[in-house]
């Protein structure tokens, strides 16, 4: 309506202003309701023509979008593990800082499991006193085995020697029982050995093996308690938190409520232009917001970055075919925008819906020593008719909250 007011007072004014000047002709008279399309035929087919075209024009160029919000992303809160709530730290709605305790699991297992593993370890040391007393009788087993051994020795070795210089002297079967003797002995000192060879391996490798795969165990459990007390990742505001002692959480069926970030929906909004618009939505582009958490307010933005893919046109893969009649609605260009002010977004609620217009400036291509003037001309008329789109805006702004408290219904 804006657009066609304005192209009227360049196309329908001066031809009734002709008409009545020129020709003498008055409404009311020879103009009327009848006659007005005869009379004024050529300045209201202009005022259609030029309407079309700045329509067009304004649309393209300073693209304007109704679907755009605050969006933000929540932090369910989840434990790792099934179990039932034994304490409720917080209320259905409050704040929290990071590392607060949210509420706490039954944790008489995992507590249990802790115990087991410290009994285990106190007797793996009690384990390592005893054979360590072992390896002591051990050493001395050994030492007696050697001291039998070179008893045997040295007395076989005088018994061959008598017989040496003295055939005869000594009877031969005393000879060999000390040679079956001394084979005994070096069994005995060979068994003996192996033994303290065993108590030490037992003392510097199994028993350190399995005090360490105790402690391991106490550290699992450990972590396994730490598991059933969920506390806050960031901080922020937990919502809709009903949860109470007694009951039984699942995290592979819901969580057990939603915790909401500081800052989460208050620095990017994002918006959706038209797919005829994507050529002209750029990075850097200066925009306007009116909110409708935020009435009567017009906050200065600016494009951040535009997403390259549209997504009406994902697919995930199946067992079935596209079918291009199955598609979608055309999607929509998204583009994040953010304030040009620090604090523009103060004020609005995060997931607020909003109205935002985008502005092309071509002050940079008009400026350039390689453009004509026909076209530094047609560039500046494209400029300045953003400001009919900027008076839209405001128009929009005005009548938001009377649209939405009177004419909703409500």
Not at 234 to 256: C, T
Not at 341 to 350: M, N, S
Not at 388 to 401: D, E, G, K, S, T
Request: proline share 4%; aromatic share 6%; charged share 20%.
């Amino acid at each position: 309506m804006l657009e066609i007011l304005l192209c009227s007072l360049l196309t329908i004014l001066p031809d009734y202003l002709y008409r009545r000047y020129r020709q003498g002709k008055r409404i009311g008279r020879e103009i009327t309701l009848f006659s007005v399309w005869y009379e004024l035929r050529f300045g209201i087919i202009s005022c259609l023509m030029l309407a079309v075209a700045l329509i067009t024009v304004i649309f393209y160029f300073h693209p304007s979008s109704e679907t755009a919000t605050l969006y933000f992303r929540t932090v369910p809160i989840l434990p790792e593990m099934n179990g039932r709530v034994s304490e409720v730290h917080v209320e259905f709605s409050a704040p929290v800082k990071k590392g607060d305790v949210i509420f706490k699991l039954d944790s008489s297992r995992q507590r249990a499991a802790m115990e087991t593993s410290r009994r285990k370890i106190a007797e793996v040391d009690a384990a390592m006193l005893t054979a360590q007393a072992d390896v002591l009788k051990a050493e001395a087993q050994s030492q007696q085995a050697k001291a039998d051994y070179q008893q045997a020795s040295d007395e076989l070795d005088v018994k061959r020697e008598l017989q040496k210089r003295s055939p005869g002297i000594v009877p031969q079967r005393d000879i060999e029982k000390l040679e079956v003797l001394l084979a005994g002995r070096q069994g005995a000192l060979d068994a003996a050995m192996a033994s303290k060879q065993s108590l030490m391996t037992r003392v510097t490798a199994l028993l350190p093996a399995e005090k360490a795969s105790a402690e391991a165990a106490l550290a699992e459990a450990q972590v396994d308690l730490d598991k059933t007390t969920i506390r806050a990742g960031v901080d922020g505001r937990v919502e809709q938190f009903a949860l109470r002692p007694g009951d039984i959480v699942n995290p592979m069926i819901r969580s057990a409520g939603i915790l909401i970030p500081d800052g989460a929906g208050r620095r990017t909004l994002a918006a959706g232009f038209g797919q005829i618009e994507s050529s002209v939505i750029k990075v850097g582009m200066v925009a306007e917001a009116t909110c409708i958490s935020k009435p009567w307010t017009i906050i200065p933005m600016v494009v951040t970055s535009e997403q390259d893919y549209i997504a009406a046109g994902q697919f995930r893969g199946g067992e079935q075919l596209i079918d291009a009649r199955q598609a979608q609605a055309p999607g929509t260009i998204l583009a994040l925008l953010e304030p040009i002010y620090q604090g523009g977004l103060d004020g609005v609620a995060p997931g607020s819906s909003c109205i935002v217009n985008a502005y092309t400036s071509n002050h940079d291509l008009i400026a350039s020593k390689q453009t004509g003037a026909f076209k530094g001309l047609v560039l500046h008329a494209v400029d300045a008719v953003g400001i009919v789109h900027a008076m839209l805006l405001r128009i929009q702004a005005m009548l938001l909250p009377i649209k939405t408290l009177v004419l909703s219904g409500h």
